[in-house]
């Protein structure tokens, strides 16, 4: 019972010592730990995002989606190829778009077109197409990147489109479906057809159907009939010269006409005899003769006024 309690005397470390301040005068604080008060944080508290920000994402993603299923509605809807590889358009949008300008002048529509098969052309005239429109015609897939890549930096530079770059391919996408407006969604599909017109045709059809749908004059369309417009012969007996003439007119058929005597048409057939005669297509003797034919074909009276574009500045709405 004597233990229960403890001395004044006793040792403070043993295990039943008082604690320090069991003795401790009358009126001294307790050395009783008092809680501080926190600093403030300086974290600061996120703020709610705004409704306008919240409202403005939410458009956003649904623009986005939208444009995603346009794209999809316009790819899906683009025209099938594949029913060209045995028949022949019955029209085209080239076509059709002529004949409702002409309509809305009062006049009526001019329409000469007779198909010829591929063998039936004169080869060298076919060349000079190939040389005028695409050299590069058996090489590339529709498209070519490097006169993309030229014809983009152009338009970057004046702000607008204009050099075209349009392969064959792309040129006969554009005369069998689409419209004649420079902007880059009408663009885009014609990549987009291209493309397509490669995967389903053959290269031989490809270049088929392009010399009997593309603009020979006003109202001529297809070689067959541009031969027997301007020179009153088939197009199984297009000389050099004329081939290369036909083939110059390309891109401004319904200015640059043999009728005309332009110079600038001058120019641009005595160029692609130079490229025939490069690539040996033709020999000298038959390059000089190609030339003098051009010459009586175009160096006549010149009376008429000029076309304004120089032969490599043609407009695309005329391709």
């Known amino acids: 019972m004597g233990d229960d309690f403890p001395t004044k005397g006793r040792p403070s470390c043993g295990p039943r010592a008082d604690p320090p301040w069991a003795s401790a005068p009358v009126g ?13 944080s300086s974290k600061v508290e996120s703020q709610p995002v705004p409704k306008k920000r919240s409202w403005l994402g939410r458009l956003v993603i649904v623009l986005l ?3 995603g299923v346009w794209c999809f509605y316009e790819y899906a809807t683009l025209p099938d190829p594949r029913g060209l590889i045995d028949q022949n ?5 080239l076509i059709r778009t002529r004949d409702e300008a002409a309509r809305s002048q009062g006049k ?17 005239a076919v060349d ?13 897939h529709g498209i070519d990147f490097d006169e993309v890549r030229k014809a983009l930096d152009q338009a970057w530079e ?14 006969l996408a554009k005369n069998l479906w689409l419209s004649g407006d420079r902007s880059f969604l009408r663009k885009a599909k014609e990549l987009i057809l291209a493309r397509h017109l490669e995967n389903a045709l053959p290269k031989k059809r490809i270049l088929e159907l392009y010399l009997n749908v593309v603009e020979w004059g006003d109202g001529v ?32 058929p319904r200015r640059w006409t043999p009728e005309r005597h332009s110079r600038a048409l001058r120019k641009r057939a005595l160029w ?48």
């Open 272 to 319: 692609i005899v130079d490229r025939l005669e490069k690539v040996g297509k033709i020999s000298a003797d038959e390059a000089d003769l190609a030339r003098s034919d051009i010459e009586r074909l175009l160096a006549k009276d010149r009376t008429t006024p000029e076309p304004a574009e120089e032969p490599d500045q043609a407009s695309e709405d005329e391709r």
């Open 28 to 40: 001294v604080p307790l050395p009783i730990a008092v809680t501080q008060p926190k600093p403030a």
């Open 108 to 124: 009526k529509p001019r329409h000469r077109q007779d198909w010829v098969s591929l063998g039936s052309i004169a080869p060298l």
């Open 221 to 252: 369309y297809g070689i067959e009939a541009g031969s027997r417009e301007h020179f009153g012969i088939s197009a199984s007996q297009l000389s050099v010269g004329q081939g290369a003439v036909l083939a110059a007119m390309l891109p401004s």
């Open 158 to 171: 004046k702000g607008s489109l204009g050099r075209g770059a349009s392969t064959i391919t792309q040129q």
């Open 65 to 67: 989606l939208s444009l």
């Open 89 to 93: 358009p019955e029209t085209t949008a």
């Open 128 to 140: 000079s197409v190939i040389a005028s429109e695409d050299a590069s015609f058996f090489i590339h």
